[in-house]
């Protein structure tokens, strides 16, 4: 404890004379009873905020160490300040390290001082907390975990295992992307909830419902929201029973909403988000009602309801502006873009596009590069596109249309990276923890033969009066070898463990890889198609312009040469075949090997039969490639006919199969 005091003098650089600022010191006066221990801490990271925000960072952390190592200080107030360590660790000027060394012993201390085990346990849940948020050292903070547990199971605590399983559950699992332990545990903090009730002992509801959320969670983030909706149900079930903890009730009721939602069940859904705006009014919650209005209008877009979802969203709009949330204000307007769209008043529609892009522009760091914006980006540059086909601008749809694309392929590629280090981040622990499994078993092993040598030394002693020096030393060559046997076994057992792991962290890591050669494959699909389709639109063009320059053509004006030498040029352009060309190149990339096989199993086949061979390889109809090819229908229908024939084929479907199959 000296020591600790001692160094955190040195860094914080008070030299025994700091006092506490006005705040804390009247907070420490008066004791707050918080019935929601976890309700009392999230008021104490308002409170640091505040002291942030007047003091400075450096000020809380001295403030919250100088509460932690002061003896006069109740445990309960100890609690509570201990929460705001974590949250000066941000902008640090000093080494984290040593910082969390330094907090750590001071938790610890606490805990250790502390008489009421069960409560103080929370001390040894922040030092966990502070290794693997702060440092990213899972397996320092698992063995912390283990330790609190294993003082849970000695001093009988009970009730504290619930909140306790739930924080592992966090802090740990979730955070290295292991869903399914993250469950484990939620789950073992409601068996002991049920094991409690069986015993007839009493279990806070507040902690019932804490579990209930955090199940509720997983599953809607693992898209299981039926599961999700019943949880939170429960939550509200007995939120309404103890008549307590109101404040719950407007983010369940709104979860509840969006989950309907997401199940297709409108009514159910507008009923509880309609609740959550109604209870939101009660404690004048302004955001939540912006919010749940917003969530409102989304539904009536889903279902094509956007006259009724224009004033809704344009309400989450104003909200957004009030309380300076952009993400929200992009989404909506986006959302009012896509409305008028479908009303085809275009005018209005880009005006909300342009103010969604306008707004993105001015978050605090709009061009993060995570999964939600560039979700967000590719569905407004996909809809800005298909307004700005609709109004004529080709050019600037098909530039948005390829920026959507860029935004969708890089989403991809990052959900694929996090997959991909969520796994090796999980592998590492893994590999980390069996490694101190096997060093603290050595550790064992190296005692336990240390005790055997000492036994064995006196036994030696006694039996050289009882028998020969050559039966003494026989006796010791064979406990010799026995042990060296021993080692070599569990060596080779080990080494074997260790192998079958790394050959399975190889095998998710190849199986990642080929699912990303698979994609790779699917962008290049998908860059055919859009080739296709440009080819396709620039001849529907070509073509329009090519019928009017006919008419014009053959009306008797001054112009009448220049027409048609334009109608010429233009012909000439629709036969060219550098669009052919640049098609078979792709095309060739996404199904190599397709030309030679037709032209070798055909060689009668012209260059036109292989073109529309590759076209119906495409799944086109025959309007699209009637475009393409600059011919009518009724054409086509007779070079279809032709090319059954030289195959040997008697309808479109068997046609259709064949150059499926190669």
Partial sequence: MKFTLVLFFILTGLNGFAQYVPEVDSLLKVQIPYEDPDEGRKQFVYFSVHLKKKYGIDKVREQALRVLTD????????????????????????????????????????????????????????????YAVSTKNYVKAKSIFEFAEA???????????????????????????????AAEYNLKALRVIDSLKKEKKEVPAYFEIDVSSEIASLNYSKGNWQIAITYWKKNLSLINKEGKWKNYLTGAYNNIGIAYGNLKKYDSALYYLNKCIEHAKTTNDYVWIGIATGNIGDLLVEQGNYKKAIPLLEEDVRTGYTYYMYSTIT????????CYYNLHNYVKAKYYYDSA?????????????NSYTYNLLAL????????????????????????AKVFDDSLTQILKKQEISSLLAYHDFEQQDTENKLLKAEISEQKLRESRTVIIAFMGCAMIILI???????????????????????????????????????????????EQAEEQLLLKERELSSITMHIQQKNEVMSHLKTQLGTMAQKETSLQGEVKSIYKSIRKD?????????????????????????????????LSDLRICAYLRMNMDNNSISQILNTSPDSLRVRKHRLRKRINVNSDKELYSYLQSL
């Fill in 468 to 514: 020969l020096a050559l039966y003494r030393l026989q006796l010791s060559k064979i406990r010799v070898e026995a042990i060296a046997f021993a080692a070599e076994k569990k060596a080779d057992a080990e080494r074997t463990m260790r192998m079958e792991e790394e050959l399975k962290a190889e095998a998710k890591i190849n199986f990642l890889i080929y």
């Fill in 151 to 181: 003082e849970l199971k000695k001093n009988q605590c009970d009730v504290d295992f619930i909140p306790f399983y739930l924080n592992i559950s966090n802090v740990l699992y979730e955070s290295l992307g292991n869903t399914i332990k």
């Fill in 380 to 403: 407004l540059n996909r809809n800005y596109a298909t307004l700005q086909f609709a109004m004529g601008k080709y050019k600037e749809a098909f530039f948005h249309q390829r920026t």
């Fill in 331 to 338: 989404v909506s307007l986006n959302k009012l873009g896509l």
């Fill in 71 to 130: 003896v006069k200080i109740s445990t309960e107030n100890k609690i509570n300040f201990s929460s705001l360590l974590s949250h000066t660790l941000i902008d640090v000027n000093l080494k984290k390290d040593s910082l969390i060394d330094l907090y750590a012993s001071v938790l610890e201390n606490n805990y250790h001082e502390a008489n009421k085990k069960c409560t103080a346990i929370i001390f040894l849940r922040e030092v966990a907390n502070l």
């Fill in 574 to 606: 629709l036969n060219l075949n550098a669009d052919w060309n640049k098609f078979k190149l792709h095309f060739e990339n996404v199904h190599p090997d397709f030309f030679t096989k037709l032209s070798t199993e055909h060689p009668e086949l012209s």
């Fill in 357 to 369: 892009f306008h707004v993105f522009n001015r978050w605090p760091n709009p061009t993060a590069s």
